[in-house]
Nanobody, 118 residues
């Protein structure tokens, strides 16, 4: 079973930047490359929402609220995806979850907290 481990969360000053990482352990490379991969977030009192996605062919999609500020990338050799965040806003405060899925499985990390320090 694939295990996803996120890292990189923390306190960030307004306008600051942060990079999150998500490693897919217990995953063979061919399985990892076949996944559609994404970052979701859940703010207090709100539903979980998709923030950014990178498909298995490398196409990317972003929520309107983060376009131009977030970038999702992948490193297949490390079985890792990243989310680079710039120009942090208070509304970016949330628990961020990594997701990797294909037609057979839907895998989630346990989440990492990102908090605007203002």
């Amino acid at each position: 079973q694939v295990q996803l481990v996120e890292s990189g969360g923390g306190l960030v000053q307004p306008g600051g930047s942060l990079r999150l990482s998500c490693v897919a352990s217990r995953s063979i490379l061919s399985t990892f490359t076949g996944f559609n991969k994404g970052w979701y977030r859940q703010a207090p009192g709100k539903q979980r929402e998709l923030v950014a996605m990178i498909t298995n062919d490398g196409s990317t999609n972003y929520a309107d609220s983060v376009k131009g500020r977030f970038t999702i990338t992948r490193d297949n050799s490390k079985k890792t995806i990243y989310r680079q965040m710039e120009s942090l806003k208070p509304e970016d405060t949330a628990v961020y979850y990594c997701n990797m899925a294909d037609r057979d499985t839907d895998n989630w990390g346990s989440g990492t907290q990102v908090t605007d320090s203002s």
